[in-house]
């Protein structure tokens, strides 16, 4: 097993080695992920730039963001993008709050915020039980048809990108345990576990 997973590692290209500095440069280490979609550099821009760009949900805030992809990778059971986004939910909120929502409980949320995070762990456990009442809920918590739109569309974007990482095995970066809050590592107890050593 490589640090892109049970696949070999890929072929170095430009597109891939300016992934792998751009890494470096934000968080001081080239992450797994960013390791197994070498494969395909971009594929991941396209969809990244397409989860940015989603009408209704393209001014999310760091804050919404992070509590939406926390609470649907929580849901999904993908400790990576928990660890990831959970970290970055602890920066723009606190790690009580990160930890909260990666849990299941929505402490220290707002009205609104808590029913984004009840949808995205809808959409992530089972998308096919969904009704109109909960849409409702999300109106009711004053968002436009055209934001709850945007918002399960870049909620399933998400959950397509961590199928991916999970189904070839990519475990969460080593680096997590040091740069993780204490709190955050120990609310994310499913999924992947985290790699044994720096990939390096």
């Known amino acids: 097993m490589t640090a892109a997973g049970f696949l070999g590692e890929p072929a170095m290209t430009a597109e891939a080695r300016q992934h792998f500095d751009d890494d470096v440069a934000e968080l001081g280490f080239v992450m797994n992920a960013t390791r197994l979609w070498a494969y395909a550099p971009a594929t991941m821009d396209g969809l990244f730039d397409l989860m940015r760009h989603v009408p209704g949900a393209d001014d999310l805030t760091v804050r919404q963001r992070g509590i939406l992809v926390a609470a649907c990778a929580a849901a999904f ?16 909120a606190d790690a009580a709050t990160a930890a909260a929502v990666l849990r299941g409980s929505d402490d220290g949320l707002t009205t609104s915020e808590r029913a984004m995070a ?23 918590a004053g968002f436009a048809d055209t934001q709850i739109f945007g918002i399960t569309v870049y909620v399933a974007l998400r959950i397509a990108f961590s199928t991916v990482n999970d189904a070839l095995g990519v475990r969460p970066d080593a680096e997590f345990r040091s740069v993780a809050p204490a709190a955050v590592l120990a609310a994310v107890t499913y999924g992947r576990p985290l790699s044994d050593e720096t990939a390096g």
């Open 77 to 92: 059971g993908d400790s990576y993008c928990s660890l990831a986004w959970g970290s970055r939910l602890a920066t723009a």
């Open 118 to 140: 009840v949808w995205a762990r809808t959409v992530a456990r089972d998308p096919h039980r969904t009704g109109a009442a909960d849409v409702q809920q999300l109106r009711d």
